[in-house]
C-alpha cells in the first residue's frame, strides 16, 4: 500500500518483515521516529540557543515586554495537528488492515493453555507445540490466514513479531488473527501475557512454506487417515452427545431449532432481542444455551459449560457451519 515510501531503515533494528502489513507498520513507525527526532531538534536545540543568545549579562538588561504573535501561535499550533492528523489516519489504514481479515481467508484454529499451543487445521489435522517442540505452524506464502483463537485457561497472547500483529487469546472467547505471509522461512511466536509459571517457555514457530509445498503436506493428512476432518469430528461428536434428539440437521424442527442454515442467520430471541449467528453466538449457545433463548422454542437445553473442551467445540461449530 505504501510502496513509494520504500525505506528499510527499520530492518536494521527490527525483525525480518515477513508480511506486507510489517513494511507498513515500520513505515509509520520510522515517519514517527524522524518527525519526533525534528521536533525535538527544533524544541531542545531552539531552546538552548535562545538560552545561550538571550543570556542576562548585566544587572541593567532589560527583557523586551512581548505579549504574542498571532502568526506564531497559529504555526506552532496548526503544524502539530496536521502532523497528528497524518499520524492518526495513517494509523486508521493500517489497523484496519490487520483487523478486517479477508473474506477467503484459511482458518486455523489455536488453542492456548498453560503453557503449550494447539493448532488445527480444517482436515482435522491438529498437534501441540509440546512435547513435540519441533511442530511447527505450517502456512503458505502469499496465501491469507486467519487464526480463530481461544484459551483452555488463562489469558495468553499470540505475537509474531516479524509479522508485527499481535492478539490475546481469551478464555471464554474467540479472537482472530489474520496474516498474508510474504516471506519464506521461520517466524518466532511469542506468548506476550503474562501466563503463570512458564510463560516465558511457551514459543511456536510459524513456517511459511511455498504454496504447492504446503498443499502437499496438508493434503497429506487425509481426513480417512486421521479420523475426519474438523467438521466430522463435530458430526460424530453432534451425535455421541446427542444432540440430534434436539435438533436436526435437515431444517425440520424437532425440540430445538435445527441446524441447517443456522450459520450467519438472524436469530430473534425470546425477550425481542435478535443476532447474527456468527461463531461467539453458536459457543455461547452450545456451552450456555440459557444465555439466548430462540423466539418460540423451550429453553430446553443442558449446560455444556465445563463438559466440553474447546477443542470440540470449535469441531461443533464447524460441523454446525458446513450445514448450509
Ligand atoms: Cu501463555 Cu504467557
Redesign the pocket.
Known sequence: MYSWLNINLANTFMPVEGTELAGNVDNLYIFLLISSLISFIILIGGMTAFIVKYKRRSANDKTAYITHNNLLEFLWSFIPFVIMMVIFYWGKLIYDDYRTPPENAEEIHVT?R??VWRFTYKNGYAFSTKPANAAMLNVPLNRPIKLVMTSGD????FFIPGFRNKQD?VPGRYTYLWFKATKLGQFQVF??????LE??N?PATVNVMPEAEYDTWVRAYVPEASGGGLADKGKEIFTERGCTACHSVNGTRIVGPTMKGLSGSKREFADGSSAVADDAYLRESILNSGAKIVKDYPAAMPIFKGQIEEEDVSALIDYIKSLK
Do not use: I, K, P, R
Open positions: 492456548g498453560q503453557w488463562v489469558l495468553h497472547s487469546v506468548c506476550t501475557e503474562y501466563c503463570g510463560h516465558s511457551m
